[in-house]
């Protein structure tokens, strides 16, 4: 089966840049997604990519996509503590979509 | 903004018991989805529905069923709830086709006891 795969834990201070990555498997995917889950709620899409892009930024957010290893990476810019939470990406496989196992991020003050 | 809601945020049940789950969404969307989610283990595809009526079984199926009605509602049941489903579910819709972003309820923590 396919498998996304993610560190399950980060830890950094309030202020820094934070960087999440990710590996996955279909290189037939054409978007390739990160979520953000805030405890006890669902999951929210924060930004997606589309896969002939190698990088995409929106705010503090800077996504890096490298096809050639299948390597997906989130940047957090100056890191708050409202930025603790679970990080998910994902990649689509059709009309689904395959999750990675998470990485929980805790941003200390 | 696309609405998607469960019917409840927590729910706690008896061993055996039967458990519906509800999900509604407000866009339209032709696919949806219910996952389990568990510390250590991510997300997981129970089933999803890609059109009324229509369902298909995901990784871990066995012990729920589904239905599909109505196009904004999707159910989750639990025939004979076992202690090993307590667990966070999450239900999910999105179109299908463009981006296929899943866009996700509050999701309901089920403790079966």
């Known amino acids: 089966g396919e498998d996304v795969e993610q560190s399950l834990f980060l830890s950094v201070r309030e202020g820094d840049s934070s960087v999440i990555n990710c590996t996955y498997t279909?290189?037939?995917?054409?978007?390739l997604y990160w979520y953000k889950q805030e405890p006890g709620a669902g999951l929210q899409l924060l930004t997606y990519i589309f896969s002939n892009m190698d990088m995409k930024q929106d705010q503090r957010l800077t996504v890096l996509l490298n096809k050639k290893d299948k390597h997906l990476s989130l940047r957090i810019a100056d890191t708050q503590t409202g930025d603790s939470a679970i990080y998910f990406c994902?990649?689509?496989?059709?009309?689904?979509?395959?999750f990675g196992g998470g990485t929980r991020l805790m941003v200390k003050p | 903004d696309v609405k998607v809601t469960q019917s409840s945020r927590y729910l706690v049940k008896r061993t055996g018991e039967k458990v519906f789950l509800e999900c509604v969404q407000d866009?339209?969307?032709?696919?949806m989805f219910w996952y389990r989610q568990d510390p250590g283990l991510g997300l997981r595809l129970i089933y999803f529905?890609?059109?009324?009526?229509?369902?298909e079984k995901g990784d871990i199926p066995e012990g729920y069923s589904v239905s599909r009605e109505k196009k904004e509602r999707f159910s989750l049941i639990l025939e004979s709830a076992s202690t090993n489903q307590t667990s966070m579910y999450l239900c999910?819709?999105?179109?299908?086709?463009?981006?296929?972003?899943?866009?996700f309820g509050p999701g309901t923590r089920l403790t079966v006891t």
């Open positions: 529905s890609y059109d009324v009526k229509m369902k």
């Open positions: 999910a819709s999105s179109l299908s086709q463009g981006t296929y972003e899943q866009y």
């Open positions: 994902a990649e689509d496989a059709g009309n689904m979509l395959t």
């Open positions: 866009m339209d969307h032709e696919n």
């Open positions: 279909d290189s037939s995917s054409t978007y």
